[in-house]
């Protein structure tokens, strides 16, 4: 080998060496482990779950819902309302009116209760008490119906209220229930009934496709 081929060689080793050398430090520093002390971004989804868990409590088709409400939870239930209501028949006001026939009457004109002017004005516009504004009060009273007296936090259960309003209306209530009608309730509580089955065919030869 000729010094000239050694210095070749020599050199050529020398190179690949420090390339080796070199592409360490480089990648080193590309691929860097050490976790940053700020991640980049944030995934804010907490925001958009909670609104999704608030669009669950869907109005209640109360056709549906009242006939087979839980009128014994409704009244145990009732033990957080006792405090302020009397519910029988001829009973007493309390630091709330008397709530017998509640349901089906014109809100705030129970006789011989001091009603808040929040209330009375309450009952300039709605002509009873039904299902509906019942569900909503009743999860909220003082957001629903704003200066309200009555300072009751409110059930947030949305099958609380169910049953409460099935057993306010057992205690006699004068509003008829209405007809069932699923198809009207919100668009969330679909699924559950159209939810098709694999026994369904089977079983109920007459649910034909309508032609
Ligand atoms: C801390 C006392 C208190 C509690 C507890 C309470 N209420 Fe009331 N409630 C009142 C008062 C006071 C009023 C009258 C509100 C007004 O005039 O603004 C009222 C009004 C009402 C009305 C309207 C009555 C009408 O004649 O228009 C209903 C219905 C009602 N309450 C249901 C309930 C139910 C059901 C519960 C239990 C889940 C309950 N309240 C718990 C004090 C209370």
């Given amino acids: ?46 925001t958009e779950v909670g609104e999704g868990a608030a669009a669950a409590d869907v109005m209640p088709d109360f056709g549906t819902v009242i006939p087979v409400a839980d009128l014994k939870a409704g009244e145990a239930a009732f033990a957080k309302c006792q405090a302020c209501h009397n519910v029988a028949n001829g ?33 300039t516009k709605q002509a009873v008490w039904n299902d509906t504004q019942m569900y909503e009060f009743l999860k909220a009273p003082q957001k629903y119906i704003s200066g309200t007296k ?31 009608n699923p198809a009207a309730a919100a668009p969330a509580a679909a699924p559950a009934v159209a939810a098709p089955t694999d026994a369904a065919p089977a079983e109920v030869p007459a649910a034909k496709p309508a032609a």
């Fill in 1 to 46: 080998m000729s010094n000239l081929s050694f210095n070749k060689v020599a050199g050529a080793v020398l190179a690949t060496a420090l390339a080796i050398v070199g592409l360490r430090e480089v990648t080193t520093g590309l691929f860097s482990s050490e976790a940053p002390a700020k991640p980049g971004y944030l995934i804010e989804a907490a």
């Fill in 150 to 180: 009555m300072s009751f936090v409110g059930l947030k259960k949305s099958e609380d209220r169910v049953n409460m309003i099935a057993y306010l209306r057992a205690q006699g209530g004068t509003l008829p229930v209405p007809a069932p």
């Fill in 91 to 123: 009973g007493a006001n309390g630091i709330g009116p008397n709530l017998w026939g509640v349901i089906g009457q014109k809100p705030g004109t129970h006789a011989g209760f001091a009603y808040s002017a929040a209330m009375t004005d309450f009952g």
